[in-house]
């Protein structure tokens, strides 16, 4: 099961460089980043971030791959909770 979720990791890591790649120039414009210095540093820390999140999702899937069903499925409602609760405070509708 390890071995299939750092399969699909990896997989998801090769699409998400290709979709990233050409729209660095569109977040770019959209932050305000075009004329920032620090715009490819800015651009590195994203792209590192990609198999840095690869890495984390892999070692959690780990640890809850050792839980019972159903407690996977109430973390599971509990971080979209939050994750609904955070939006909401920030102001994105």
Request: proline share 3%; with cysteine.
């Amino acid at each position: 099961m390890l071995s299939t979720n750092i399969c699909l990791g990896s997989f998801i890591l090769g699409y998400e460089f290709s979709v990233y790649t050409p729209c660095q120039n569109s977040l770019s414009f959209a932050n305000n980043w075009i004329n920032n210095p620090e715009k490819h540093l800015i651009h590195g820390v994203l792209n590192a971030s990609l198999p840095l999140g690869v890495i984390i999702g892999i070692l959690i899937t780990n640890l809850i791959i050792n839980l019972k069903m159903r407690m996977i499925f109430i973390i599971n409602d509990l971080l979209t909770i939050s994750a609904i609760l955070y939006m909401n405070q920030k102001g994105f509708n």
